[in-house]
């Protein structure tokens, strides 16, 4: 767990990646995603030691990101399936996949696709304003402090407010 | 750089992690997108070591996901911005915080609100059927074997065919 160095910033981003920064666990993710549940299949798949595969599975089914669930008595087993919350991350590994198939791609093309299930369509994302229904591009789209922030900031004080309370921009300024 | 690790998988996203995977690398990209740009004021927002931080913006620059522009000449100083490529990730990013903010609230609230610039309004995120336009949800969506695998699949030979040909579903079968 990252957290003795991600857990000063308050910020759902190193919160997230409390859970899901360290090395091999968004493969190990996306493995159970692409259908592979058992210890076993993670190493061959993934090259990955015994060890700190069992780390990493440990932290996940902690955390409630994956449930553990035995199919064998003796010895006992178990394999592991994405929770509601491991499921939600499935876009962030989506955008992984493009943003790998877009600026390193193979030869032949994208090695994996992502399909409408009924009509093999592909998977396109779209960002929307919840308020005036707009379709949004980055630049349409800004980071302001929210009310965590600033409850946090109230809160503590060891001059960070300032730094971390600015607004930022996903895009420069232009 | 992951990659003696990750590089024998056929798969953008490990392809992707092999760039932005290693620790601290998000978070450094984060703090770009919300206008952090010095190597100082890298290390005083993520308190991490200047030698870390000096390889994780070398892989980033020479990736091309960060440019590094000359800022003083004496001593000579650079700060940093996204590239095209590096924007490209706001998605990878976003998703993070979003996941963090729903499955780790902050008792006050999110600690930053991706609004819309023009009104305000929060950001959200949908997924269509590039070809019947449906607005897809996870369970819509599934995994295929893309023309990159299999091109690799013929070109090599270690056994890894069957498996990694597999079709995969995003959620698991109901």
């Known amino acids: 767990m990252l957290g003795r160095d991600y857990s000063d910033q308050i910020c759902s981003i190193s919160r997230s990646l409390e859970v ?3 090395r091999w666990t968004l493969l190990i993710l996306r493995d159970v995603l692409l ?5 076993d299949e993670f190493v061959e798949s993934l090259g990955v030691t015994r060890t700190v595969l069992t780390q990493r599975l440990r932290l996940l089914v902690d955390e409630g990101v994956l449930e553990r669930r035995p199919y064998q008595q003796r010895p006992e087993r178990f394999d592991y399936d994405l929770t509601d919350k491991g499921r939600a991350l499935t876009p ?11 600026y390193y791609p193979e030869p032949a093309g994208p090695p994996r696709l992502l399909q409408h299930r009924d009509c093999g369509g592909p998977v396109e994302p779209r960002f929307f304003c919840g308020q005036c229904q707009a379709e949004l591009t980055a630049g349409d ?3 302001q402090p929210g009310p965590g922030l600033s409850a946090h900031s109230l809160t503590r004080d060891h001059g960070t ?3 971390s309370g600015a607004a930022g921009s996903l895009t420069p300024p232009v």
Not at 92 to 102: K, P
């Open 141 to 143: 789209i800004v980071a």
């Open 35 to 39: 259908g592979r549940h058992r210890f």
């Open 20 to 22: 899901v920064g360290e």
């Open 92 to 102: 962030v590994i989506a955008h992984l996949l493009w943003w790998g198939d877009h």
């Open 161 to 163: 407010t300032s730094r």
